[in-house]
Nanobody, 117 residues
């Protein structure tokens, strides 16, 4: 079982920045999990924003956030973060942290990001 807690969501004006943090608690070594950030806006399906596979430190991004968002993980601290720069109104959503093993997938409760003037 994995507990994931996201933090850092807030209201920000277009062009602003936010840093989201996901903290994990699990008896399993954090490095074995594929970690990712997803987001979901009202009326839309949950979509993948950025991911960092287990052991492989190469991040992957949705085309819509490339060049603006940066994902990183700290296996010793059991955290994954998402630095979001150049935020746009279309980035408004609830952002979720996901931890995945071949046989299970775990979600946090989400943190709200609102981008508006």
């Amino acid at each position: 079982q994995v507990q994931l807690v996201e933090s850092g969501g807030d209201w920000v004006q277009p062009g602003g920045s936010l840093r989201l943090l996901c903290t994990s608690s699990s008896a399993t070594e954090f490095a074995v999990y594929d970690m990712a950030w997803y987001r979901q806006s009202p009326g839309s399906q949950r979509e993948l924003v950025a991911s960092m596979p287990r052991y492989d430190s190469t991040p992957r991004y949705a085309d819509s956030v490339k060049g603006r968002f940066t994902v990183s993980r700290d296996n010793a601290r059991r955290t994954i973060s998402l630095q979001m720069n150049g935020l746009k109104p279309e980035d408004t959503a609830v952002y979720y942290c996901n931890a995945k093993l071949p046989q299970n997938s775990y979600w946090g409760q989400g943190t709200q990001v609102t981008v508006s003037s």
